[in-house]
């Protein structure tokens, strides 16, 4: 029930899909209604938050807040038991329909996974993720991921595929029950900079100590947060983005997948070093 009503109430939340919404609401309101001008109101302020939340560098300032909140878990001077490598970096009905890896923004997850395997190369690679669409495709995303490891070198040997998790909270679960991780092993978690604050959230109340490795930064530095862009579009799915963490945080804490609001590093220590 979670997973349905998650979807069906981001659909409406998206800063995209609910300034459409209200133009549309608002023109009705002022052709159908003696509301005329109350509804030519909104439907200017949803039009000026499209320029707002679409061209201004706001976007970026809210990503770039997730982005900061976990340094690199460098350097990584001990032993590395096992990486996992939450899915969300390509499209898994093509990649599997054609038989080679079709990725998109976050193929960073998958890159820089099977460049850790190969500096780890007694560390286990699990791959979780199943399917998240509401509808239609069942296709894993975590298989997906195997082909693309496998296409890179890595051997299928070393890789578990965890695919029945359709969300973060699932992936910290399904994760755990799978490698039963023991006390004193190191495992790095490998997913985008913006998603680490809630994954790392979930992965703490499964129980699942991990160590971050973010990956995918869509903002980079001062400068790259202050710089607006040149089409609506790009702004609003960056904003999209931004929103999708930030109301996720809120409906983990509140349904307890999390224990705090806005997770924080904490210390960590590796096997023979320390982080």
């Not at 970026?60 to 996992?84: C, H, K, N, Y």
């Not at 190191?186 to 790392?200: D, G, K, N």
């Amino acid at each position: 029930m979670f997973f349905v009503l998650s979807k069906v109430i981001w659909f409406l939340l998206a800063p995209s899909n609910l300034l459409a919404l209200l133009i549309a609401f608002g023109l009705l309101l002022a052709a159908l209604t003696h509301l005329r001008h109350s509804g030519l109101v909104l439907a200017g302020i949803a039009c000026a938050g499209l320029f707002v939340f679409g061209m201004t560098p706001l976007a970026s300032l809210f990503l770039r807040t997730l982005e900061g909140r976990f340094p690199i878990a460098e350097p990584l001077t001990g032993a590395i038991d096992g990486i996992v490598i939450l899915g969300g970096a390509q499209d898994p009905d093509a990649s599997i329909g054609l038989g080679q890896p079709v990725l998109n923004e976050s193929a960073e997850r998958l890159v820089v996974g099977r460049a850790l395997a190969r500096r780890f190369p007694d560390a286990r690679v699990l791959l979780s993720g199943g399917s998240g669409a509401l509808t239609g495709s069942d296709t894993s995303e975590a298989r997906a991921g195997a082909l693309m490891l496998e296409s890179l070198g890595l051997d299928p040997a070393r890789i578990l595929i965890e695919e029945r998790s359709r969300n973060t909270h699932e992936n910290a679960v399904f994760s755990r029950d799978m490698v039963q991780p023991q006390e004193g092993e190191t495992w790095l978690l490998v997913t985008s900079a913006f998603h680490m604050p809630r994954s790392i959230g979930v992965f703490r109340e499964a129980g699942f100590a991990v160590l971050p490795y973010p990956v995918d930064f869509r903002t980079i530095g001062h400068e790259g947060s202050l710089r607006g862009f040149s089409t609506i579009s790009d702004g609003l799915r960056r904003f999209d983005l931004a929103m999708h963490e930030y109301v996720g945080l809120v409906a983990y804490r509140l349904t307890g997948r999390t224990d705090v609001l806005f997770p924080a590093p904490q210390a960590a220590t590796v096997r023979d070093g320390t982080y």
